[in-house]
Nanobody
Framework: QVQLVESGGGLVQAGGSLRLSCAASGRAFGSYDMGWFRQAPGKEREFVAAITWTGGSTYYAVFAKGRFTISRDNAKNALYLQMNSLKPEDTAVYSC?????????????????WGQGTQVTVSS
């Protein structure tokens, strides 16, 4: 029911910033909880941040807290991840995902739809 396309990834030096976007299609976008996940080479997919459908609650992985900010604009069917103070260990493919009726938004099994991902590379 929801199509997700990420953009905004790229190459940045350590300490720099990137803003990722996730464009969603579907009339019910505003009804979905949304999350960002990442997967680095040789590692499992890990939770980055999530936001409830109203935008009233946000959740962050420990590594993201204080550096990353998740937000959404339901009128524009858009999800964002502002990433500051990037570190080489942030290098990964970042994917957005949508959950309907999610309870534990840090669990990827809660999400019904996934984007293809956008590459973020942080050089030292």
């Amino acid at each position: 029911q929801v199509q997700l396309v990420e953009s905004g990834g790229g190459l940045v030096q350590a300490g720099g910033s990137l803003r990722l976007s996730c464009a969603a299609s579907g009339r019910a976008f505003g009804s979905y909880d949304m999350g960002w996940f990442r997967q680095a080479p040789g590692k499992e997919r890990e939770f980055v941040a999530a936001i409830t459908w109203t935008g009233g609650s946000t959740y962050y992985a420990v590594f993201a807290k204080g550096r990353f900010t998740i937000s959404r604009d339901n009128a524009k069917n858009a999800l964002y991840l502002q990433m500051n103070s990037l570190k080489p260990e942030d290098t990964a493919v970042y994917s957005c995902a949508a959950a309907l009726g999610g309870r534990n938004l840090g669990n990827p099994s809660e999400y019904h739809y996934w984007g293809q991902g956008t590459q973020v590379t942080v050089s030292s």
